[in-house]
Every structure is written in C-alpha cells, then in structure tokens.
C-alpha cells in the first residue's frame, strides 16, 4: 500500500508536465506560419508593415523612427563585457555598471558603449538593473529595448531582427538562447541538450500554437508601450520567468524570434555550474508556491491563456521529472506504470526533437548516454533547493570560465 501511495504521487506530480511536453512536441510539428500570417498577427494600430522581398517583415511607424536600444546589466565583468559590447556592432549599447568593483564601466566605455552606473548595496541583482535602465531610457523616448548579458555574444543580425519584430508591433520578443563552449565535457554537452530543448524547442512550440514563448533572461526585448503596462519590477533570482508570468497575466504575448539567435557562457567549473543550477531551480520553486495558485484561478475564469504558463511552471526539471516518472512506471498499478512509461517516452522524444529542430550536434546526442550520471548530480542539488526558492534568496554573480583558477 505504501508504495502504490508513493507511486501515484509521483504520477500526479509529474502529470502537468506530461501534459506540457505533449502540447509542446504538437505545437513544435506544426508547420510554420506563412510570412502574411506572421504580418497579419503581428500588425498593430499606428504601425505601417509590409513584407520584403525574402518574405520577412519590413515596417516602419506611421510617424517618427523607431528607436531601439540595447541594455546590457552588469557586475564585474570587465573580462567579458567588451567582446559582448563588439559583438553588438551598430548598436544603441547601454551598459549598467551595477555595483561594481573591477573596472568594468571603465572597460564598457573605452569598447563605446554608453554606462549608467547603479550603487545600491540593499536592493542588488539583475532585475533592479533592468528597471534602473528602462525607467531611465524610456524617459529619453525610446520604442523598444533589448536585454543581452555581458557574457554573451550575438548573431549579427541580432539587432535588425529583434527591432523589426518590435516595430510590427510584438508585445515582447525572444531569440534563441544557446550555449558557448558546450563541448568542454559531458556535463557542459548535457546542459547544452537541456538549453536547446528549454529555449529553442519549447519556444518554437508555442510559437506554432499562437502562446507566449517565454522570457529567457538574455536575448528578449520589450515594447515601450508593454513595459508601461507592465513595468520591470521582477526582483527575484528568477527575474526572467517571474516578468514572463506577470505579462501572460496582464494579457501580453511574447513572440519568438527564430531567426537570430545570443550565445551564453556556460559555467564549466563544478561549483559554479551547482550554485547556477540550485538557484534557478530553486527559485522556479518558489514561482511555482507564489503564482500556480493565481495562475490556475485565471484558468477557471476562462483565461485559457494562462493553462499552458501553468503547465510549463508545474513542469519540473527534467531530472527530477525523470526521476519521479519512473517511479511511477515501476508502480504496482497498470494505470500509473502507463502514466510513467508514457511521460518517459514523451520526455525522449522532447529530448530528441529538441536536438533536431536547435541544430544539435552528435557529441550532444552521445552526451545523453550520460544523462544517469547528471541526474545523480542535480539529485545531490536538492538540499539548497530549499534555501534558494525561499522569499529572501539573494542574489549571487555566476563564478565566470576566465574565474574557474579560484574554484
């Protein structure tokens, strides 16, 4: 009796995400939308758009220019912020110095970006930088603004595809988000499979099926009109998800951009990548205590736009979500072993789809005969999750690859 109670809670538990990995890999087989969809969808009062000879969108405000800059938020970053600052070549760059010590506005200014220097020990992290940035840039009238990290390189076609997304009229929109350097060792490979399959995979499916795609941190823009609605006041470790969250609320839609892409640093040091790693993890834990419940009242008001950002947020990490699935498929019951076998091989296919439609390479595809191993790794994660999804979780600068000598 005790294990058939353990059993069907793991197959409750992991159901939504079942769910969500099956709306995702429908939404992904969906052929892609005709570019005159695409406009149609996208076009919004006071906006002129029209289509270019390759058939992507080429617009224009009705009135005046659009101008676009790109916000790039930093704490010590001086070995890296002037590669990012190259990569975004033409570019309005804007640069927040947030509470530095190393010289990292210094740098910024030499490589020509613009710094806006932020010192506030009490209120630290990413998501006060962006608001510090978007409150000062809207202000000088910009239309739209980018969010790169300062360990991130972009596509050079970042900008331009980015800016025409927003000046069609998208509320919000996000690039892909892939990894540097994936191929330093197994463990990098597997986070690599992980990323493709969360910001690329995931993002197209929702795209397909009309959702928002998502907020990923780095990589996203933002309307002016939409941050007036919805300001930049995620504070959490979690920013990114928790300002996705609180835009589906308020009735706003990301779009995915497929066509340009920013590339991360990946922490390859074992200490950075499990302090990386609780954080997040923990503090999707703490979204999940904090706005499931909202979420799932939206739900039964009729707001069905908001059923799959449940979904997803119910969705555990995949290691965990492998973990619980196959207790349930070694469950004594016919109905919960189907549960977990069928959330097993949907899981696989995610897996395998997401390898296929990010460009992934063989090593990443090998790197999944690992995967046993790297389940073990974030199981031993699990004692600081609690700590990171509490309400008071501070925010913690990433260890970078040019710091790993320290570990």
């Not at 087989?29 to 919004?44: D, I, M, Y």
């Not at 070995?79 to 010289?103: E, M, W």
């Not at 197209?204 to 309307?223: A, D, I, Q, T, W």
Request: charged residues 20%; positive net charge.
């Amino acid at each position: 009796m005790a294990w058939l109670i353990v059993t069907a809670v793991a197959a409750l538990v992991t159901l939504p995400g079942t769910l969500e990995l099956l709306v995702l890999i429908v939404g992904s087989a969906l052929p892609r939308q005709g570019a005159a969809e695409v406009l149609r969808r996208s076009s919004k009062p006071g906006v002129e758009t029209s289509l270019d000879g390759e058939g992507r969108i080429a617009c224009a405000p009705m009135t005046g220019s659009f101008r676009m800059a790109v916000v790039v938020p930093a704490h010590n970053e001086k070995a890296t912020i002037a590669q990012t600052i190259k990569s975004l070549r033409g570019a309005d760059v804007v640069v927040v110095a947030d509470n530095c010590s190393d010289g990292t506005a210094e740098v910024a200014r030499e490589s020509g970006a613009r710094v806006l220097v932020r010192e506030d020990q009490e209120a630290r992290g990413k998501g006060y930088a962006l608001d510090f940035a978007f409150r000062v840039l809207l202000a000088e009238g910009y239309d739209g603004l980018a969010v790169v990290d300062a360990d991130t390189v972009v596509a050079a076609n970042f900008v331009t595809e980015m800016t025409a997304a927003l000046r069609a009229g998208a509320d919000a929109v996000q690039a892909r988000y892939l990894l540097l350097d994936a191929d330093r060792s197994m463990r990098t490979r597997l986070m690599s499979v992980g990323n493709r399959a969360f910001n690329v995979f995931r993002a197209r499916g929702r795209e397909r099926l009309g959702l928002s795609c998502g907020v990923y941190g780095n990589g996203f823009g933002v309307r002016r009109e939409t941050l007036e609605q919805v300001p930049y006041l995620a504070a959490s470790i979690v920013e990114d998800l928790e300002y996705h969250l609180a835009l589906v609320r308020a009735g706003r839609r990301i779009r995915f951009v497929e066509t340009t892409s920013v590339y991360g640093e990946t922490p390859s040091a074992r200490r950075a990548a499990k302090s990386q790693r609780t954080r997040w993890e923990g503090g999707r834990l703490r979204m999940i205590r904090e706005h499931a419940p909202g979420l799932a009242m939206d739900v039964l008001r009729g707001r069905w736009a908001c059923l799959e950002p449940l979904l997803d947020l119910l969705l555990l990490p995949l290691a965990f979500h492998v973990v619980l699935l196959s207790v349930a498929a070694a469950g004594p019951l016919g109905v919960i072993r189907a549960a977990g076998l069928i959330g097993l091989a949907l899981t696989a296919i995610h897996l395998a789809v997401a390898l296929l439609v990010a460009d992934g390479t063989w090593k990443e595809a090998l790197a999944l005969c690992g995967a046993p191993v790297y389940i073990l790794w974030k199981l031993l994660l699990v004692p600081g999750l609690a700590r990171a999804s509490g309400a008071n979780a501070g925010w913690v600068r990433t260890e970078r690859n040019w710091q790993k000598g320290t570990r």
